[in-house]
């Protein structure tokens, strides 16, 4: 009796150090997987010289490859959220943007410089617990100037 009784406290242990090591890789390949999405969402930004088609574009095809699905609750305040394939959307967005408008012009106007805020959303679900973990991860593009035929083609509206 007393060999069946050790028997069955092993397999607990192995099974617990099972389940543990299973939750400690999913929960760093999908913490991986949103920093791959945020850091590609910057380079598409900065390569594309803000947010236009061609970056969102870009940022869709690139979380499609990757299989990121995960949505947020909704944006913080002054940010447009976007589903993965680029729509505009104010509930359970992929990801947020904001454009952060730097200085402004001699005559008072808005500056065309800018930088972008982006924030990706990290969620940990369990089918039956649901969300355990929710996180948004934000990150900053760096200063963006203009092209000068998009400076040209935005002061004729502007002016």
């Known amino acids: 009796m007393k060999e069946a009784i050790g028997g069955s406290w092993i397999t607990i242990i192995v ?12 929960l760093s390949i999908n913490w991986s997987k949103t920093y791959k999405v945020k850091d590609e969402i910057v380079l598409a930004i900065e390569r594309n010289n803000g947010v236009n088609p061609d970056s969102l574009e870009q940022i869709g095809a690139y979380m499609a490859d990757l299989g990121y699905r995960t949505v947020g609750d909704g944006c913080p305040d002054h940010y447009v959220g ?8 104010y509930s359970s967005p992929s990801y947020c943007i904001k454009a952060n408008f730097v200085g402004a012009t001699a005559t008072g106007h808005k500056s065309f410089t800018a930088y972008y805020s982006i924030v990706v959303f990290f969620r940990l679900d369990v089918p039956i617990i649901r969300h355990i973990i929710k996180l948004d991860l934000e990150a900053n593009t760096k200063i963006i100037l203009p092209r000068v035929d998009d400076l040209v083609a935005k002061r004729g509206k502007e002016y």
Not at 15 to 26: E, K, N, Q, R
Not at 82 to 88: H, L, S
């Open 82 to 89: 976007f589903t993965y394939d680029g729509t505009k959307t």
């Open 15 to 26: 099974i617990t150090f099972i389940v543990l090591f299973a939750s400690f890789m999913s």
